[in-house]
Structure formats: structure tokens, C-alpha cells
């Protein structure tokens, strides 16, 4: 029988049963893609990186002025959403149990570092992309937003059930 790294408890809340060497992994992923996010919002990377456009959704791609209220309107908003799922991540991720909101903000921040990630490593449905050798320097990365994936479906599993 496969043990769930997520499942739902007895009485409320969500039981964590991720390995150390996982948890370390997690611990690690927010405080990077804080640095990202905080470049961002900076303007240092305003536009030019696409894997962090990935958070921040075009809504009128065909109106400049458009795009550029909306923009203003609600980029802030996302930002502070998306840190504030990160912060969660990192202050929880050596808890052996979670409310389900908790839980929500672990699935926003698994999202937001497997769509920059994914963007980073070109992965496409097809999955052509994948290195074949495990010398290959994406390798490691790859495993992540794997295993990534993998726990954002134990995550939407265990919301479900």
C-alpha cells in the first residue's frame, strides 16, 4: 500500500507525513521564488522574464493601455497572494498538521514554483523535453517540479476527499 504524504484527519485538519529530506526541499522553494517575485515587483525583470509572467496573466494582450490598468489594479494583489501562500509554505513546512487553509495556501505555493519552474524548463504536455541522460544538468531540476506535481496531487486529493 502506498503511504500518502497528505490525508485528511480524524477530527479536522490535514495529517503531513513528508520525509525530512522532503521537507527540506520545500523549506527551500519559497525563499527562492520570493527572490523572483520581490525582483518582479521591483521592476527589475518587469516583462522580460516569462516564467514569472506565468504568475502575473495578461488580460488584454491586444490593448497596451488596457493591460497596463489592469496591470496597476490588481498586480499588487497577486503578489501579496502569492507571498503570502509562500510565507505559509515556509512557516509550515515542519507541521505534521494543517487546517485546510493552510493546506490551500501549500497548493497556491506548489503552483506558483511548478509555473515558473515548468516555464524555466520549456515542459509542454507532450513531455518531449525531458533530459534522457541523468548527467544532463536539467536533470535535478526536473526531479523537483516531479515531485512537485506529485505532491500538488496528493494535496488536491486529500482536499477532495
Known amino acids: 500500500m502506498i503511504r500518502r ?28 521564488l520570493r527572490e523572483v517575485l520581490v525582483r518582479e515587483a521591483a521592476g527589475a525583470q518587469q516583462g522580460e522574464d516569462s516564467a514569472v509572467a506565468r504568475l502575473f496573466p495578461v488580460a488584454y494582450p491586444d490593448d497596451e493601455d488596457r493591460q497596463t490598468e489592469y496591470r496597476l489594479l490588481v498586480h499588487d494583489e497577486l503578489l501579496s497572494s502569492h507571498l503570502g501562500a509562500l510565507a505559509v509554505l515556509e512557516e509550515t513546512a515542519d507541521s505534521e498538521r494543517l487546517d485546510e487553509d493552510q493546506l490551500l495556501a501549500w497548493m497556491r505555493a506548489l503552483n506558483h514554483v511548478r509555473l ?10 507532450d513531455g518531449d523535453e525531458r533530459p534522457t541522460s ?23 486529493e486529500a482536499l477532495s476527499g
Not at 480524524?10 to 520545500?26: Q, S, V, Y
Not at 515558473?116 to 504536455?125: S, Y
Open 134 to 156: 541523468p548527467r544532463d544538468p536539467r536533470t535535478p531540476a526536473f526531479a523537483v517540479y516531479d515531485y512537485l506535481t506529485y505532491l500538488q496531487g496528493e494535496i488536491i
Open 5 to 32: 504524504r497528505v490525508k485528511r484527519a480524524r477530527g479536522g485538519g490535514f495529517e503531513l507525513r513528508i520525509p525530512a529530506d522532503e521537507r527540506e526541499l520545500l523549506r527551500s522553494v519559497g525563499p527562492q
Open 116 to 125: 515558473v519552474l515548468g516555464t524555466r524548463l520549456d515542459v509542454t504536455e
